[in-house]
């Protein structure tokens, strides 16, 4: 069930960075759903230092439910403290089709309460989700620079874990290099899920949820041959679309306020 209602509406210097040939810092702002039902923040370029403070500037001043990704990715620290916040806000991230969410660009999606994705390649199946191995930007030939890349690929192997990503597909960013992308596939897709693990639970305990269910083409297969049970299964979805949402949205409005809350005591602060 990727991607439901829900979302529908709507180291220069030792730093680490994940994608070459980067000039140009990331663009953000806040578009509303054609419905107008719906806002998402727009995280729109390569991600460099300084987004991170505008992304927060953006986030007290409007508000959304989702985050819009369409980035090749960055510099990873910025992506990574970005990610803290769009966890920590409960926001859902999206990925819409012929846009894009590479490198450390994965690193803001995997931390969506809600994380929806589209298919790059219908042929192969391959999502608009790519993946490859950190990177410091100015390697140098000593054992000490090469001791910092292994390190720094052990500390990232070690964020990914934290976040609960199947290991299998952190292998694989670790084993694939800078200069390749992984395009996740379909299958990867799902194994990763829609949700978090722990929001999954909430949600497989509250609203009755199951991973991928059924989807747009299953609708059809069951429409051909027994119409009753399509309608059936149809129902059973918007059922728990409408509580996922309900809980989604409750917990977005809660984690906003909270946010807001520890910004301004920051503020008025000394």
Not at 207 to 222: L, M, N, Q, T
Request: aromatic share 8%.
């Amino acid at each position: 069930m990727i991607g439901t209602k829900f979302l529908k509406n709507f180291f220069v210097g030792g730093l680490l960075f994940f994608t070459a040939q980067i000039t140009l810092r990331a663009e953000m702002r806040v578009e509303t759903s054609p419905s107008g039902k719906s806002r998402a923040y727009v995280i729109s370029g390569n991600i460099t230092k300084g987004d991170y403070e505008e992304f927060i500037k953006l986030v007290i001043k409007e508000r959304a439910t989702a985050v819009r990704l369409n980035s090749r990715g960055g510099d990873l620290e910025t992506a990574l403290q970005i990610g803290v916040e769009v966890k920590n806000l409960g926001l859902s991230t999206v990925v819409k089709e012929n846009d894009v969410c590479a490198s450390a660009c994965f690193f803001i999606w995997a931390n969506g309460s809600m994380r929806f994705a589209a298919t790059r390649d219908k042929g192969t199946r391959e999502q608009n989700i790519g993946l490859h191995r950190p990177y410091l930007s100015s390697p140098m030939s000593n054992e000490l620079s090469l001791d910092r890349q292994r390190q720094e690929q052990i500390r990232i192997g070690r964020v990914l874990e934290g976040m609960l990503i199947p290991k299998r597909l952190s292998d694989i960013m670790m084993s694939r290099p800078s200069n390749e992308i992984y395009w996740i596939s379909e299958s990867d897709l799902k194994e990763i899920g829609e949700h978090p693990p722990e929001i999954e639970e909430l949600l497989i305990n509250k609203c009755d949820y199951k991973r991928g269910a059924w989807d747009h083409e299953s609708y059809v297969r069951y429409k051909l041959m027994d119409t009753q049970r399509a309608d059936t299964l149809q129902a059973e979805l918007f059922k728990v679309e409408a509580c996922t949402g309900d809980i989604l949205g409750d917990r977005l409005f809660e984690l906003r306020r909270k946010f807001l809350t520890q910004k301004q005591d920051i503020r008025k602060r000394p």
